[in-house]
């Protein structure tokens, strides 16, 4: 099992930023290779996907977050952090990070890495707040 801890989240005014974490840990958490996203939920929408990196380090963004958002990954730390600078009202939602593990790179579903079914770890969510 694989156990993932979000944090960051909190109230800011738009044009702000800040950055979330998900700390990953577990028995079998030892993969090299992986897949890890930020996936976000509003009241009353469906799950969506934020953002998702690789253990080679290729990233994928939703269009909505594109130039405002980026992700990275600590190895050593085995967390994984989701900056957000210049907030908007409608990124408002309860963020959840998502961790999923590959024998191989080649397995890894880059082009469809934003698609909720392609993971089979989350988080509990943080919850991201921002006013107008």
């Known amino acids: 099992q694989v156990q993932l801890v979000e944090s960051g989240g909190g109230s800011v005014q738009a044009g702000g930023s800040l950055r979330l974490s998900c700390a990953a840990s577990?028995?079998?958490?030892?993969?090299?290779?992986?897949?890890m996203g930020w996936f976000r939920q509003a009241p009353g929408k469906e799950r969506e996907g934020v953002a998702s990196?690789?253990?080679?380090?290729?990233?994928r963004f939703a269009d909505s977050v594109k130039g405002r958002f980026t992700v990275s990954v600590d190895n050593a730390k085995n967390t994984l952090y989701l900056q957000m600078n210049s907030l908007k009202p409608e990124d408002t939602a309860m963020y959840y990070c998502?961790?999923?593990?590959?024998?191989?790179?080649?397995?890894?579903?880059?082009?469809?890495?934003?698609?909720?079914?392609?993971?089979?770890?989350w988080g509990q969510g943080t919850q991201v707040t921002v006013s107008s």
């Open positions: 990196i690789d253990s080679i380090g290729r990233t």
């Open positions: 998502a961790a999923e593990e590959y024998s191989s790179p080649l397995h890894i579903p880059y082009v469809d890495s934003l698609n909720q079914h392609k993971y089979a770890y």
């Open positions: 577990g028995d079998t958490y030892r993969s090299s290779i992986y897949l």
